[in-house]
């Protein structure tokens, strides 16, 4: 599995952010992902210590996302991925208003 985005930026002062860590996802648990955490997720969340801007992750450079069961593909009934967490970051010079749509791809092979 993997993610990426299309490379563009929402605007100088806004970021769309991807934690570098993925918690681990099990069983539909909540394991590695603590929910009071969500609006501060970047900053408060145990498992991610640091983040990357998302339009770094292109089609020709993506991010890999790992699977939570045993081995490295996603091969049966009810397998997961991990967690990505992504967070949008505005800073003090951002404007008001929309701004332009990004997107993001989840890519997968199969087998």
């Known amino acids: 599995m993997q993610i990426y985005s299309d490379g563009t930026t929402f605007d100088a002062n806004v970021a769309l952010n991807i934690g570098d860590e993925l918690p681990v996802h099990n069983s539909g648990a909540t394991t590695g992902y603590d929910v009071a955490d969500a609006a501060e997720v970047m900053t408060n969340h145990t498992d991610i210590t640091a983040v990357t801007n998302m339009n770094t992750y292109t089609s020709g450079s ?32 951002a404007s008001p208003g929309t701004l332009s749509a990004e997107t993001i791809t989840w890519q997968y092979d199969e087998i």
């Open 62 to 93: 993506a991010k890999a996302v790992s699977i939570s069961e045993a081995g490295s593909i996603i091969n049966a009934i009810n397998e997961t991925t991990n967690y990505v967490v992504l967070d949008i970051a505005v800073g003090t010079g």
